[in-house]
């Protein structure tokens, strides 16, 4: 059975940071995951993704050259580090993996993923 738990949300001021981090088990991040976000009200967005050997990393607009997505294999752990946040950055953050081998253009889509984490709360606030 595939479990992911996310950590490391919280409360943060304006241009403060972050890491986020996903723990797997019953299935690695060696393939594939990535980190998505919803806002209330707002649709499930994709954040950053990780896939291969590499590994190659892939980001959304919105968080380009502020967000970093990394792989630790032997700890079974993916992580987002997050800097420079911003308010329109508060959302749930979820983690999410599946099987197979999507390519680069599929990994934004929520229905390339099979497994996902329950959630963590970032707030970007003063």
């Known amino acids: 059975q595939v479990q992911l738990v996310e950590s490391g949300g919280g409360l943060v001021q304006p241009g403060g940071s972050l890491r986020l981090s996903c723990a797997a088990s019953g299935r690695t991040f060696s393939t594939y995951g990535a980190w998505f976000r919803q806002a209330p009200g707002k649709e499930r967005e994709f954040v950053a993704a990780?896939?291969?050997?590499?590994?190659?990393?892939y980001y959304g607009d919105s968080v380009k050259y502020r967000f970093t997505v990394s792989r630790d294999n032997g700890k079974n752990t993916m992580n987002l580090q997050m800097t420079n946040l911003r308010p329109e950055d508060t959302a749930v953050y979820y983690c999410?993996?599946?099987?197979?081998?999507?390519?680069?253009?599929?990994?934004?889509?929520?229905?390339?993923?099979?497994?996902w984490g329950q959630g963590t709360q970032v707030t970007v606030s003063s």
């Open positions: 990780v896939r291969g050997p590499g590994p190659m990393t």
């Open positions: 999410a993996t599946g099987t197979g081998s999507p390519i680069s253009s599929r990994l934004r889509h929520v229905s390339t993923y099979e497994y």
